[in-house]
């Protein structure tokens, strides 16, 4: 059975890094590009960016790119999503998502972490 | 990146009803690599429909996609109580991957 089990509740003050995890079993670590998705209280989804947990190669969306890093630890099989001086405006519920299909960027996101709520405030 | 627009934003309707929920692309979607999701409060995504009409495992008959190019449908021919929830489109036939901005199914 595939799981992707991420961290607890995150509390940080504006410009504090945050770095929230999702580990994956149930399948091969390797070879499925590993994607983080936002969803700001009350609103839709946004992709953010992936990763390819073989080589560390990264994607990220213009909104998110030069704030957030996105990393794989093979040995753990864990996926990780930091927050370089988060704002107000981060605050959210961020999932990983596993995609159907191995060893393909564009694939529909099958499997989904239960999310991790990260609140920015002063 | 193409832009996604679902309509209505929200539909009224009964169990045992049909829902039809409209899913519009900026642009031509590759592949037609266009999924649809349902979300309940509280939890995360669930995938219902991928490569436009495929229907995801476990999902019943009763959910149905249809489309092509820019115009894509979610089709729940008998709407059963768990069935109204927020349903989101999504394209990852070109990066970035874009969701719309959701329809809510309620009861009415």
């Known amino acids: 059975e595939v799981q992707l089990v991420q961290s607890g509740t995150e509390v940080k003050t504006p410009g504090a890094t945050v770095r929230i995890s999702c580990k994956v079993s149930?399948?091969?670590?390797?070879?499925?590009?590993m994607n983080w998705v936002q969803q700001a209280p009350g609103k839709g989804l946004q992709w953010m960016g992936l990763?390819?947990?073989?080589?560390?190669?990264?994607i990220y969306a213009d909104k998110f790119r030069g704030r957030i890093s996105i990393t794989a630890d093979k040995s753990t099989q864990t996926i990780y999503l930091e927050l370089t001086s988060p704002r107000s405006e981060d605050t959210a519920v961020y999932y990983c998502?596993?995609?159907?299909?191995?060893?393909?960027?564009?694939?529909?996101?099958?499997?989904w972490g239960q999310g991790t709520l990260v609140i920015v405030s002063s | 990146e193409i832009v996604l627009t679902q309509s209505p934003g929200t539909l009224s309707l009964s169990p045992g009803e049909r829902a039809t929920l409209s899913c519009r692309a900026s642009?031509?979607?590759?592949?037609?690599?266009l999924s649809w999701y349902q979300q309940k409060p509280g939890q995360a995504p669930r995938l219902l429909i991928y490569?436009?009409?495929r229907r995801a495992t476990g999902i019943p008959d009763r959910v149905s996609g249809g489309g092509s190019g820019t115009d894509f449908t979610l089709t729940i021919s008998r709407l059963e109580p768990e069935d109204f929830a927020v349903y989101y489109c999504?394209?990852?036939?070109?990066?970035?991957?874009?969701f719309g901005q959701g329809t809510k199914l309620e009861i009415k």
């Open positions: 490569g436009a009409s």
């Open positions: 149930g399948y091969s670590f390797t070879d499925y590009y």
């Open positions: 642009q031509s979607v590759s592949s037609n690599y």
């Open positions: 999504q394209q990852y036939g070109s990066t970035p991957s874009t």
């Open positions: 998502a596993a995609p159907m299909e191995p060893l393909v960027r564009g694939s529909a996101f099958q499997h």
């Open positions: 990763v390819d947990p073989d080589d560390g190669v990264t």
